[in-house]
């Protein structure tokens, strides 16, 4: 057989990027590999489907330090990140978040985002790992344009580590370190505190699994310290980024690289809810000529879930009519854990993107039956309150 | 079954699979005939009487008895793989040249082709695998068997590596 695993393979030099976390991931097996030229455990000693059903389950942690996590700041940081994305940030309340997306003059995708305004005086963002070095370079250049005709925007790239805490159990393990009721803390909202004796984390409740979850950013002084203090509960098991990667999936959410790009728009991927009712208004981000119209005129394409009755199908899996003519591209695919099914995203012509609507995927030269579906795949269970 | 065990400890050369041992409906003589290698009479066009592992470069064991082949992975290539979820398994009847790709074997995370070891015409398929792919993770020498096939070329066998050359093998892909 050909051992053609994309993600599984050792580590071969030393100029990967490490978090505060890779002494912990090695003393606990952590199957190191390399992610976007960061060291990061792909999975330890659980099987890769133990560790997916163990966070839909009871709860995992991820070490997520990897991601760019940077504040803004400054009187126009609204205005400024605003120039950059497609959200409504001033209508945002206190401390709340939301998904958001960097576009090019194309009308394309730089990055997918979280940013949350916090009462703090500043905005917290959380990008892409893969994508740090465009997005630092992107934020930089609008900064120099804000601070060249006077206004005041300041940023700041954190080294903080950051810690997604993820599964039903989520809510019983992190209360036991938290004087606050987390009860409060609903689904897309952040707040300050100190956890298990660790002070200044910020906890946002958000994740990339589609289960109830945080994601803590913690001083990297006191990383090890808090991770142990999560683990001590034998509810919470470390997991990778294998079962990360089949957990978004069936949650339906992107990953950027394979599901959203520079050269998808938002409306090609299903992504205008992103898009702000007052920014849709007044066209105010890069690519708003390009991405408005399609809103009203639909596209060519749409990005789309799909079921196959055959084998699993991946990236690249051409997509086929009923009567065989290539109509689309599968852009991520897995097996699913909790539905035993073949499931995967893809864009398709629009005349086939239905929900119900049969297709055929192509797998090793074979045409096998496949049905357009509805995401997620697996119900979330995100905590409105 | 216990018996089966003991022979498995006394050497790692041994097959782990002896299914005329523990077949209770087969002919007792027949199965003493084989039992005893070395004296056994054999009216198969096949010379090949090895009933060892073979393994390919690709991770691939073959094991001959009577003139057929068994094929299925090494523990090797079913841990790198993680759990199987899904087998994409040829035709019977199937002609399969030596190294031709012959079928898949997926995880969550990863699809891997199978590539056949010798040139023959598929004879069985596992079709357990179609309910439990996980057998080729738990018992990848025995119940986790894919394929059968015929031997058209006895001397592909003698090209494949053996249990020692295969474990030298695996440890400088390691290195």
């Known amino acids: 057989m050909q051992i053609t695993l994309s993600v599984l393979h050792l580590i071969a030099t030393v100029a990967l990027k490490k978090t505060p976390l890779f002494d912990f991931h090695k003393a606990h097996d952590g199957k190191m590999v390399n992610f976007a030229g960061w060291s990061l455990p792909v999975q330890y000693k659980d099987s890769h489907i133990v560790s997916h059903m163990h966070t839909r389950e009871h709860c995992s942690i991820f070490d997520v330090s990897h991601m760019l996590q940077t504040k803004v700041h400054g009187k126009d940081r609204v205005k400024f990140m605003e120039s950059l994305v497609v959200a409504d940030i001033a209508e945002l309340k206190s401390n709340q978040g939301t998904l958001s997306l960097f576009t090019n003059e194309k009308g394309g995708i730089i990055d997918d985002l979280i940013v949350t305004k916090t009462d703090q005086g500043y905005l917290y963002v959380v990008s892409n790992a893969g994508c740090a070095e465009k997005d630092s370079v992107h934020m930089k250049v609008r900064l120099a344009e804000f601070k060249a005709a006077g206004l005041d925007v300041d940023l700041e790239f954190l080294d903080e580590a950051l810690l997604a805490v993820q599964g039903p159990s989520m809510f019983r393990v992190l209360q036991e370190g938290l004087k606050d009721n987390l009860n409060k803390l609903t689904f897309m909202t952040s707040t300050v505190a100190t956890v298990f004796g660790v002070p200044d984390c910020r906890i946002t409740r958000c994740g990339y699994t589609g289960e109830d979850g945080v994601e803590i950013s913690v001083s990297r002084l006191r990383a090890v310290e808090l991770i142990e203090k999560l683990l001590a509960n034998s509810e919470v098991k470390l997991a990778g980024l294998a079962a990360r990667d089949s957990l978004r999936l069936e949650a339906g959410l992107c990953l950027y690289g394979n599901d959203i790009d520079e050269t998808t728009t938002p409306v090609e991927a299903t992504l205008v809810w992103t898009i702000g009712k007052r920014r849709r208004k007044d066209k105010d981000f890069p690519g708003a000529e390009i991405i408005v119209p399609q809103i009203k005129a639909k596209t060519f394409r749409k990005r789309v879930g799909l079921v196959s009755t055959g084998p699993p199908v991946r990236q690249h899996t051409p997509i086929l009519s009923p009567d065989g003519k290539v109509i689309g591209e599968v852009t991520s695919g897995c097996p699913s854990p909790c539905l035993k099914k073949n499931v995967a995203m893809g864009y398709v012509d629009s005349e086939f993107a239905k929900n119900g609507t049969e297709i055929q995927v192509e797998v090793r030269k074979k045409a096998v039956g496949a049905v357009v579906s509805r995401m997620p795949f697996v119900p979330t269970n995100y905590y409105m309150g | ?175």
């Open chain 2, 1 to 175: 079954m216990a018996m089966r065990a003991t022979l498995r400890c006394l050497s790692a050369n041994f097959s782990p699979r002896l299914p005329l041992l523990s077949s209770a409906g087969r002919d007792n003589r027949a199965a003493r005939l084989r039992w005893v290698s070395g004296t056994r009479r054999t009216f198969s066009s096949c010379s090949v009487l090895s009933t060892a592992l073979k393994f390919t470069e690709k991770h691939e064991w073959v094991q001959v008895e009577g003139g057929i082949g068994t094929v299925g992975i090494s523990s090797y290539a079913q841990d790198a793989l993680g759990d199987v979820v899904y087998c994409g398994l040829p035709e019977v009847g199937q002609r399969l040249e030596q190294m031709d790709e012959f079928g898949a074997l997926e995880s969550v995370k990863a699809a891997s082709e199978l590539y056949s070891p010798l040139t023959g015409e598929v004879t069985a398929i596992n079709t357990q695998l179609a309910e439990n792919p996980g057998l080729v993770n738990k018992d990848c020498y025995a119940e986790g068997w894919l394929i059968k096939m015929t031997i058209e070329k006895p001397e592909e066998v003698d090209g494949l590596m053996d249990q020692a050359a295969y474990d030298k093998f695996i440890k400088s892909l390691e290195e």
